[in-house]
């Protein structure tokens, strides 16, 4: 199916909540709510994990907006003039993990002012959890 039929058939406003604990290794747990409209079944649903780690260097906060995929449909968002698919605030970066560093990342998405940045992994990975290292960003 292609990304223009995905997303005419499925509007999705989603939103994430982050809620952080300190666990025994000083590491960051991720708790994400997501809340989106499915056109299809005419429902909002609403889902809850701990599902994530947060950086060592990430401000510690919570946020909430759509969110936006790369446009170029590279969703590594490695290139320096990457695009969104929604850059109105308050709105969350969701990239996918490769090619480039955390922090090259971060910083991409931080110059179209995203308000939250959510990098996950791949399809073809095992979706291990790692804290991210994103020094010097």
């Known amino acids: 199916m292609s990304q223009e039929n995905k997303s005419s058939r499925f509007r999705l ?23 989106y409209y499915n056109e299809t079944s005419n429902h909002t649903i609403t889902e809850t994990c701990e599902c994530g ?11 909430m907006g759509v969110v936006a995929i790369p446009k170029n449909n590279n ?20 990239i996918e993990r490769g090619n480039c ?20 992994n791949g399809p073809e990975t095992d979706n291990q959890m790692l804290q991210m290292a994103n020094f010097g960003k």
């Open 75 to 94: 969703y590594q968002a490695c290139n320096y003039n990457t695009e969104f698919t929604n850059t109105k605030k308050p709105w969350i970066a969701l």
């Open 101 to 120: 560093t955390f922090a090259e990342k971060i910083q991409i998405a931080g110059r179209r002012n995203a308000d939250a940045v959510v990098i996950y």
């Open 53 to 63: 780690v947060y950086g060592l260097a990430s401000p510690v906060a919570n946020a």
């Open 13 to 35: 406003l989603v939103i994430f909540t982050f809620l952080f604990k300190i666990t025994a290794s000083f590491s960051m747990n991720a708790y994400v709510t997501v809340t």
